[in-house]
């Protein structure tokens, strides 16, 4: 099973990125699924309607999200409804949403999505280790292919959850950090690896914002909104072959692509 993992969608030059690009990625690598975080789509924070119709429009079959995951108000009623957005699943009990599922492909194959959060700088949520392999063990019954974004800020907390789950899951994909890393790999147990994904978005910013604007608030510690950039739009993310009978991952390829 090919599937494309798409690192934190920014704005709407992410979302140009997406309907651009990527009509001609499924076609070049086959591809039978597409995820993509999206927890930065709407304005650089949060997800609406609106925005996550445009990614489903696009192409992509499922959206993971993050700590951003409620700053917009429509959210709430959006989870209920629409089963392939997921917030992290170490949220409390009783949060709007869910954190894993099921999904097909078109070809009708099952794989599962698990979003979870850290914990290191980052709020203190309920154990992002224990709760992943709970809904990795639960999600197994059903198909062996499961990917799991694990969206943090320590590079340390992800690396660890790979090794944790190695075996378990077909692949655990680092967001939120927004840079792509260098470091994919399959581990021992055939559980393909990365600390970060990347971001989809304007590389000519500050991790998705305007330069100047992040560069006032370092340099003064005044409260600045950050603005989303505009320039130098790119797509980042992996391919991953995956195999369907064992959930074992083939193929870890890491994918940037230039809007031109």
Known sequence: ??????????????????????????KEYALDFVIANAENVAGGSGITCKTAEDLFNSGVDVLTSGDHIWKRQEIFELLKKEERILRPINFPAGSPG???????????????????????FMDPLECPFKTSLAAAESVFKETKVIIVDIHAEATSEKVALGWYLDGKVSAVLGTHTHIQTADEKILPQGTAFISDAGMTGPYDSVIGRRVEDVLQRFLTHVPTKFAVA?????LHGVVLDIDEETGKARLIERLQKKLE
């Open 98 to 120: 869910k954190g894993s599922a099921v999904f097909k492909t078109g070809a009708g194959e099952k794989i599962g999505v698990i979003n979870v959060n850290g914990r290191v």
């Open 1 to 26: 099973m090919k599937i494309l993992f798409i690192g934190d969608i920014v704005g709407s030059p992410g979302r140009e990125a997406i309907k651009k690009l990527l009509p001609a990625l499924k």
């Open 230 to 234: 505009e320039g130098n739009i790119q």
